[in-house]
């Protein structure tokens, strides 16, 4: 079980959805995110890591805060190419992640480098949320 308290991802539903799902448009109905991603804190910040190879983040990519909620949404364009098999996904993906308390909405700073995009949030003491706004991604 994980920490949020759910069972997917492992054991049987993992295994049944990646044999008799494979196509990505079903995985919307299985509840699997198509963006992975994995938080921690760091020195008196939020640390949001998501995997997204393949990726321009300054035209492909958007990220949001607004009312505690980091929203990301990314999409990833097909190259037209004689190809014969293709397991890459396509299209748009999105996934929110609520901030934890205290954390800053206008302390927000976005890095992409090696497939990899961070999000770093400052986190304070209880303030009222700010409206959202959006966050420019530089490289490196």
Not at 31 to 36: E, F, H, K, T
Not at 55 to 80: H, Q, W
Request: aromatic share 6%; net charge negative; hydrophobic share 30%.
């Amino acid at each position: 079980m994980s920490k949020h308290g759910s069972t997917r991802g492992s054991g049987l539903f993992s295994r049944v959805e990646e044999e008799l799902l494979p196509k990505p448009f079903l995985r919307q109905f299985t509840g699997r995110q198509a963006i992975r991603v994995e938080d921690y804190s760091d020195e008196g910040q939020y640390v949001l890591r998501a995997e997204l190879p393949g990726i321009d983040p300054t035209k492909d990519v958007d990220i949001s805060v607004a009312n505690g909620t980091l929203t990301m949404r990314v999409e990833r364009r097909e190259v037209k190419k004689d190809v014969n098999r293709s397991e890459f996904r396509y299209g748009t993906f999105q996934r929110s992640v609520q901030l934890p308390r205290g954390a800053d909405e206008e302390d927000v700073r976005a890095t992409y480098d090696d497939g990899i995009l961070e999000v770093r949030v400052g986190v304070r003491d209880g303030e009222e949320q700010a409206p959202a706004r959006h966050i420019p991604i530089s490289r490196g």
